[in-house]
């Protein structure tokens, strides 16, 4: 597609609930991200995915969170037995490969995330 | 493990006033810097880049960054800000792979 899409776009769940998180990255970039934003905590990384290689999941918080990435392509992040402290806007970035890091992020527009 | 430092959480300029963002971070080797910027109810999007080659490098809207090895910084500024750069501002690096650290954002607000 033309742009990072992320489903659903708000969430609203209660304590305890599971939710999964979806997206869909730009058509051909090979490395997918999820960050979570929180308000006076910048972006913080959470995991990665880059081509065939074992996803980096130095960033996720606890093991209920995890994340998978189908065919290459749409990756769902899903959090189990959610807490008030999970509240926050999730967002997803996808990037084609640059050398020596030098890749540029595009970003979706987020998840909001909210539990009661 | 690497990190990035914002020292401004929150800044309130007039228009036309100057701008700098001041952003350090913690890593001794080869690094690329980024600015992102994320306007009120639209995507967070690059500002600008440095790889390598010159320091000072310019980005969209008159925007600019200075890389300073010795200092670990890459400090954004503006020489004259206008109401439209109301927006936060996340400065992030990337250590040669594909992790990308994000600071903690500043959020700007110009007066008109």
């Known amino acids: 597609g033309a742009g990072v899409s992320q489903s659903p776009s708000n969430k609203v769940t209660e304590k305890g609930k599971d939710v999964e998180l979806r997206c869909d990255p730009i058509?051909?970039?090979?490395?997918l991200y999820w960050y979570r934003q929180s308000l006076g905590q910048g972006l913080e990384f959470l995991i990665y995915f880059q081509g065939n290689s074992a996803p980096d999941k130095s960033g996720l918080p606890s093991d209920r969170f995890s994340a998978e990435r189908t065919g290459g392509s749409v990756s769902t992040l899903t959090i189990q037995r959610t807490q008030q402290e999970d509240s926050a806007v999730y967002l997803c970035?996808?990037?084609?490969?640059?050398?020596?890091?030098?890749?540029?992020?595009?970003f979706g527009a987020g998840s909001r995330l909210t539990v009661l | 493990a690497q990190s990035v430092s914002q020292h401004n959480h929150h800044v309130i300029l007039s228009e036309a006033a100057s701008l700098e963002l001041g952003c350090n971070y913690s890593?001794?080797?080869?690094?690329?810097l980024f600015w992102y910027v994320q306007y009120p109810g639209q995507h967070l999007q690059l500002l600008l880049k440095?790889?390598?080659?010159?320091?000072l490098v310019k980005g969209i809207k008159g925007f600019e960054a200075e890389f300073i090895k010795s200092k670990f910084s890459f400090n954004l500024r503006k020489p004259s800000v206008q109401w439209s750069d109301t927006a936060e501002y996340f400065c992030a690096v990337n250590t040669g792979g594909f992790k990308t650290i994000f600071g903690a954002g500043t959020r700007l607000f110009v007066k008109a």
């Open positions: 058509s051909g970039h090979t490395a």
């Open positions: 890593y001794g080797g080869t690094v690329n």
């Open positions: 970035a996808s990037s084609s490969e640059g050398a020596r890091g030098a890749n540029v992020l595009t």
């Open positions: 440095y790889f390598s080659g010159d320091p």
